[in-house]
């Protein structure tokens, strides 16, 4: 690629229409670039996350150039859904697949030669399929987009054969131009994708592969269920995916999550097609909110607001992680990606791999590479590296920043070990002196001092080791026993009842030659009792309404069951948490809002607006409220003046005299929730001299620590960061209080 020259502004009637159709008021960097490629009609490559707007690079130019484009879509489903969401955008889409009538596809076809088609979808089967290639070359297709481009290589991790046949596309299309999408960025993948699909000379674009607004956990597996169950807590009523290894896994933890009452439904390759797509329906309707499901599940999925993924196993790939990772938090609010990671999952997934190769009959290359894939899976959830940096350089990419404020390693979710060598001796010891015959569950009893026959038969409870480590519960001594496997200091067998074995390495370990780390959650007592409840307003942004966006939720979802289409294609969770904070009550600011858009507003404008306007009425709430950054600019209209709310002036006028949340709350009826938000409002506003009077000092001095490695932009990183003790009310005051001294 040359060096950048100065670029051109983007054309206005292509700024024009997506903000018309789409409602975006600008277009992220690389969409930027994607956009004049396609524009200037050049082959392209491009390679960007999942999340980050690949669909609207072939889209918005579709529309502005006129004539037609084809998308080759891997899945049906995620074809529909795109047609049906284009059109209600008010763009002229249509799909070609093997779902159609006679009849369909004659009205299809027909609009499409009268040139009324902006876009047309189809299957790579299809496309290279004489009839459909005669009507799309006689229609004059001039663009080219292959969606999920990486499903043309065997090296990719989601091959699909029938994306080999767009190896003839360049036959069929000779003039077109060909852009192809994927967010899969391996060099080899990349190299393979442009060579079948004939590129010529493309301009290949490749994301920043971090997704700062994810934050990334890898915690030991200790108790499945119950660590699942609270990840869920910390999301109440959010949306989120379970992903587990096997069927079996899958359909004992939805029937656990079940019983406990959460709104959970299966999805795994097992399941009858009718089954799937009820799984699918459900979970994009808002009527359920868990989907456990195995890695089968997911790339029809364009449900924007998943606010969690839970791996209960280890995935077989860091590109797969990272795909399904990548369906948390698509509309850029935070969101949880939580890997709880065993040791023995290396163990199980190998020789899940084993057996595949020798059915499937893959050469001994073809197998080396996916245990090669499986150990550098392992290999990130046991290092020591921030998460965020880790992902990136998989990519290729470099990370910034030393802390990212957004992983366990540096919120200090784990903790080593204290004496971590002297364990692993006590556990190498005992493995010696049974005879290295017996496998793990029998070793932790022994260590455990359990009282059992099995020990007594063997005569184990004589053995020097017997009880050394009774204190440590269960679960954590499995950990450690498999972090030693990991680290290559024990071994473990691949039979089919495993025996733990030494090699010289133990034997180092036991003569301190050489040391071990082990690691361990930390806080977990505290984890249980504070989440949940107070989680879940630190994902909305400063000054957003918790309740008011609650209400929006339930309004979005009975207006998309209204409408019939599904409630992320109404309004997504961004546009509603910036309903919910900058709470506008006319349609032009409504519409000024990213994500809005004509036709939207022009749908579902007034329901929104009346709910704003009555929520905030009943609870003394300021309306129109501007962005701060975005007041500042030249063209933005002039901020309307804050309603006079007397509920609100009441409420400073108490704080001036320095009465607490508690007082004012009852004084003015509003909840204390939102006394504090005031009470945030009158720091900044009035910046008294001190805020001790309502926060502790100590607590102050702890936030404003907190607040010196991850700013003021974010509540949660400072909350997880005092370990969960500070309030968020307390924490918004000081921060408050930081702001107003710059
Ligand atoms: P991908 O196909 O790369 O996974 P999508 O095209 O589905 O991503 O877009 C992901 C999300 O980002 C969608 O919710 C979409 O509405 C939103 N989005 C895309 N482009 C923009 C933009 N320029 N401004 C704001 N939101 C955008
Ligand atoms: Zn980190």
Request: aromatic share 6%.
């Amino acid at each position: 690629m040359p060096a950048a020259t100065v670029v051109a502004p983007l054309p206005p009637a292509l700024t024009a229409a997506v903000k018309r159709h789409w409602g975006f008021t600008a277009l992220r960097p690389l969409q930027e670039h994607a956009i004049r490629a396609a524009l200037a009609g050049r082959d392209s490559l491009v390679v960007m996350p999942t999340g980050g707007g690949k669909s609207l690079c072939y889209q918005a130019p579709a529309v502005v150039r006129g004539g037609l484009t084809v998308v080759v879509s891997p899945l049906i489903a995620l074809m529909k859904d795109q047609v049906d969401g284009l059109t209600r955008i008010g763009v002229s889409a249509a799909r070609l697949d093997s779902t159609l009538s006679s009849d369909e596809w004659a009205v299809t076809a027909d609009a499409i030669r009268r040139g009324e088609t902006r876009l047309v979808f189809t299957s790579p089967e299809r496309l290279i399929n004489t009839g459909t290639f005669r009507l799309l070359r006689d229609a004059g297709a001039h663009t080219i987009a292959v969606d999920e481009a990486h499903c043309v290589s065997h090296w990719g991790h989601d091959f699909r054969p029938e994306y080999r046949q767009l190896a003839r596309l360049r036959e069929f299309f000779p003039k077109a131009a060909v852009h192809a999408y994927t967010a899969t960025a391996t060099d080899r993948v990349r190299r393979d994708i442009s060579e079948q699909l004939g590129l010529r000379a493309p301009e290949v674009l490749i994301g920043n592969f971090d997704r700062p607004n994810l934050i990334f956990r890898v915690l030991p597996r200790l108790n499945l269920v119950d660590q699942v169950r609270e990840v869920i807590d910390r999301h109440r009523g959010a949306a989120g995916i379970v992903y587990c290894l096997r069927r079996k896994d899958v359909d004992e933890m939805t029937a656990a999550l079940r019983k406990a009452r959460y709104r959970a439904v299966p999805y795994h390759a097992g399941m009858s097609a009718d089954d799937r797509r009820a799984t699918q329906e459900a979970f994009a309707a808002e009527e359920a909110d868990i989907v456990v499901a195995t890695v089968a599940f997911g790339m029809g999925i364009d449900r924007s607001n998943v606010r969690f993924v839970v791996h209960a196993a280890m995935p077989k790939t860091i590109e797969h992680y990272q795909q399904e990772t990548g369906r948390a938090g698509r509309d850029g609010l935070e969101s949880e990606c939580v890997l709880l990671y065993s040791g023995s999952d290396f163990i199980a997934l190998k020789a899940i791999i084993e057996k595949s190769s020798e059915e499937a009959n893959a050469g001994p290359e073809y197998t080396a590479a996916s245990i090669k894939h499986l150990d550098e899976m392992a290999r990130y959830c046991r290092g020591a590296v921030c998460r965020h940096k880790a992902l990136v350089s998989y990519f290729g990419q470099e990370y910034g920043s030393p802390n990212c404020g957004a992983c366990d390693l540096c919120l200090g979710d784990t903790q080593e070990v204290p004496d971590a060598q002297k364990v692993a001796q006590k556990i190498l010891s005992c493995v010696a002196r049974v005879k290295e015959s017996f496998g793990i569950a029998h070793v932790i009893e022994v260590l455990r001092g359990a009282d059992t026959a099995a020990v007594r038969a063997r005569g184990h409870h004589q053995l020097s080791t017997y009880g050394l480590l009774k204190d440590v519960p269960k679960p954590d001594l499995r950990d450690w026993i498999y972090q030693l496997i990991g680290q290559g200091v024990l071994v473990q067998t691949g039979d089919e009842y495993p025996l733990l074995k030494l090699n010289p390495a133990s034997w180092d370990v036991m003569a301190e030659r050489q040391s071990v780390r082990l690691i361990r959650l930390a806080r977990r007592e505290k984890r249980g009792r504070t989440e949940g409840a107070a989680a879940s307003p630190g994902e909305l942004p400063a000054g957003a309404d918790a309740e008011l966006f609650e209400a929006l939720r339930q309004l979005r979802r009975q207006e998309a069951a209204r409408a019939k289409v599904q409630p992320y294609q109404v309004f997504t969770d961004a546009v509603l948490a910036e309903f919910a904070r900058g709470r506008p009550t006319t349609e032009a600011a409504m519409g000024r809002v990213s994500g809005v858009g004509e036709f939207r507003l022009r749908a579902y404008g007034k329901a929104f607006l009346n709910a704003i306007l009555t929520h905030c009425r009943q609870k003394g709430l300021p309306t129109d409220v501007p962005l701060p950054k975005l007041a500042a600019l030249p063209q933005a209209p002039p901020p309307a003046p804050p309603k006079a709310s007397s509920k609100k002036e009441l409420a400073f006028k108490l704080f001036r005299g320095g009465a607490s949340v508690e007082a004012v709350a009852a004084k003015t009826e509003l909840t204390p929730a939102t006394v504090a938000e005031h009470l945030a409002d009158f720091v900044r506003a009035e910046k008294p001299e001190s805020i001790f009077a309502w926060v502790p000092e100590d607590v102050c001095e702890r936030v404003a620590a907190a607040a010196e490695i991850h700013g003021t932009q974010r509540l949660k990183p400072v909350f997880l960061e005092l370990n969960e003790e500070v309030s968020y009310d307390h924490i918004r005051i000081v921060f408050a209080c930081l702001e107003s001294r710059g």
